[in-house]
């Protein structure tokens, strides 16, 4: 159990407009700290107003990018309490990160407590519009000054709100994928299954590219043949073919998203098949030519659900659905953010209310 440390920011900054927040501009009044040192451990929890971080310019993670990230929300109910959705999910996962890149693990129940410390000191800033929610950025790096290749013998673990609308400008209307086939995310012994920061360095060249071409985001095929279906730049990915499902499977370069995971169990429990397994972009685009592939959507904590219209394989163009949302792609969205927002049941147990 952390004994947090709380001085809040004595002046509270203008909440934006819950109508117009888009995704990732404005940021709360405080932020939770904390320090770890080699041989101490993790140490001086805190939560303290939000400010500028100083830092040595010879910190390693600013020269070896020895830095991990996490993404989640905290959801505003309708009787006003507020909730986080499976954050000990996020907390393995950080530790998981943490392992492949030699950053000392957070326990779970340290990550879980600092969460929910920060969003109960922030709660006025859980929106309530429909779709908003406050979204969470927890993440580490590495502090100590050092110009050698070696793990850092020092790090902060950081956490920082921020209230968002939708993820895409599209919000929940069809987007349109280019698929990649110059450039790679991943291959397997690398960095694709965690939450790094480099991992999403390496994916701008190719967002540039499909955004110039007029495409929201990119499908990242497998780093060997360029052949296997893997993930999409800011989420997972489902193909709904001839009434079966089929996601990429997270052995090595694909992230193991807690969307996708939580899409997995309800597919099941609604009697769907699920077949984590490598497919190829040509059987998609063949399934797309045979009128077979019936929905397509990605699945991310910021993008939550959002179906895919189009998919543009080199000169290749699959319509899907007539660009509209798939209907178990729209029941998993009612579903979930039902869930997340607490208007069904949640009977899976998912939710963490915050007190
Ligand atoms: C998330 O979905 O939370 C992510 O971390 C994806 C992203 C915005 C990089």
Redesign the pocket.
Known sequence: MLDIKIDLAKTKKAKPDEKNLS??KYYTDNMFIMDYTEGVGWHDPRIVPYQPISLDPAAMVFHYAQES?????AYRTADGSVQLFRPDKNAERMQSTHRRICIPEVPVEDFVQAVKALVSAEKEWVPSEPETSL?I?PYTIATEAHLGVKPSSTYMFIIIASPVGA?YEEGMNPVKIFVEDEYVRATSGGTGSI?CGGN?AASLISQVKAHDLGYSQVLWLDGVERKYVEEV???NIFFKISGVFYTAPTSGTVLP?I?RMSCIELLKKWGYEVREEHITIDDIMKAAGEGKLEEVFGT????VISPVGELRHKSDIAHINHNKIGEVTQKLYDTLTGIQWGKIEDDMNWTVKVD
């Open positions: 995704f990732g990230f996490e993404g989640m929300k979204y950025r993820y939450k999403y730049g800011s989420m998203g969307t991310g904590t910021a993008a």
